[in-house]
């Protein structure tokens, strides 16, 4: 089995994340049967939350394995994550009704894995519902992995048409790990 380290941005979860970077490795690409551990996602599993005032950010995250998105056959580890945002005592926008389902369900909201170059990195897409779009979705562990700084930006790219730029969840903020 290989670890995720290798060429978790290889992968076809982040094609385009990986192509408008620039990130290129001369490694030899995952092979039918191959299944893509990705242990260092472990510390990122659980419940996580935000308050500021009257308004609460929760996510949840687990681990899934699923198959590449293209067909080639292997297996890969991911995190899949589910989020509630609530201003008071409304809720704004929630994947909570999900949360029981895998990653085969394509239900989630948060969808990533530990980051390649830095292990304490959260890096993958947010779904926003409100507004029908995804964006980069980059979380930060801290060291004594209590706290997760979250950033939230769009994705790079051409834009045809009218384009919201902005965000229904806070596009900074810091969670804490919920026991």
């Given at each position: 089995?290989?670890?995720?380290?290798?060429?978790?941005?290889?992968?076809?979860?982040?094609?385009?994340?990986?192509?408008?970077?620039?990130?290129?490795?001369?490694?030899?690409?995952?092979?039918?049967?191959?299944?893509?551990?990705?242990?260092?996602?472990?510390?990122?599993?659980?419940?996580?939350?935000?308050?500021?005032?009257?308004?609460?950010?929760?996510?949840?995250?687990?681990?899934g394995n699923i198959?590449?998105?293209?067909?080639?056959?292997?297996?890969?580890?991911?995190?899949?994550?589910?989020?509630?945002?609530?201003?008071?005592?409304?809720v704004i926008e929630?994947?909570?009704?999900?949360?029981?389902?895998?990653?085969?369900?394509?239900?989630?909201?948060?969808?990533?894995?530990?980051?390649?170059?830095?292990?304490?990195?959260?890096?993958?897409?947010?779904?926003?519902?409100?507004?029908?779009?995804?964006?980069?979705?980059?979380?930060?562990?801290?060291?004594?992995?209590?706290?997760?700084?979250?950033?939230?930006?769009?994705?790079?790219?051409?834009?045809?048409?009218?384009?919201?730029w902005g965000f229904?969840?806070?596009?900074?903020?810091?969670?804490?790990?919920?026991?």
């Open positions: 089995m290989r670890s995720v380290k290798t060429i978790w941005k290889k992968s076809g979860v982040f094609v385009v994340l990986a192509m408008c970077s620039g990130l290129v490795h001369a490694q030899t690409p995952p092979q039918p049967g191959d299944n893509i551990l990705d242990p260092e996602s472990d510390k990122f599993i659980g419940e996580w939350r935000w308050v500021n005032g009257q308004d609460t950010l929760e996510i949840s995250l687990k681990k198959a590449d998105p293209f067909g080639v056959g292997y297996r890969l580890d991911v995190l899949i994550g589910f989020h509630r945002y609530k201003k008071g005592n409304t929630s994947s909570y009704a999900n949360i029981s389902t895998d990653a085969a369900d394509k239900k989630w909201t948060l969808l990533g894995g530990s980051d390649n170059d830095d292990a304490m990195v959260f890096s993958g897409r947010l779904k926003d519902i409100s507004k029908n779009k995804s964006g980069n979705l980059r979380m930060v562990l801290n060291a004594d992995r209590t706290q997760l700084t979250w950033e939230l930006s769009n994705s790079e790219g051409v834009r045809i048409g009218e384009y919201d229904t969840l806070p596009k900074q903020l810091t969670l804490h790990k919920v026991d």
